[in-house]
């Protein structure tokens, strides 16, 4: 439990971006008009994806209009 409380500060932001990431990557692909592939799979690489997820989506994925 020590080694817990004693990485949790650095655990925190991390975590707090892994949200941000995910959150801002679903609302682009709902409603973005076209992307690179299925929606369904990009959606699935997204929330199991962590943290390269959202930046892969957002690498790859968009497909610009």
Avoid: H
Avoid at 32 to 44: A, F, Q, Y
């Amino acid at each position: 439990m020590d080694i817990v409380q004693k990485y949790l500060p650095l655990l925190i932001p991390l975590i707090v971006i892994q949200l941000a990431l995910m959150i801002v990557a679903l609302v682009d692909i709902l409603k973005r008009e076209k992307t690179r592939g299925p929606k369904w799979l990009w959606v699935l690489i997204v929330v199991f994806g962590e943290m390269i997820g959202p930046i892969l989506y957002f690498v790859v994925g968009r497909e610009e209009s």
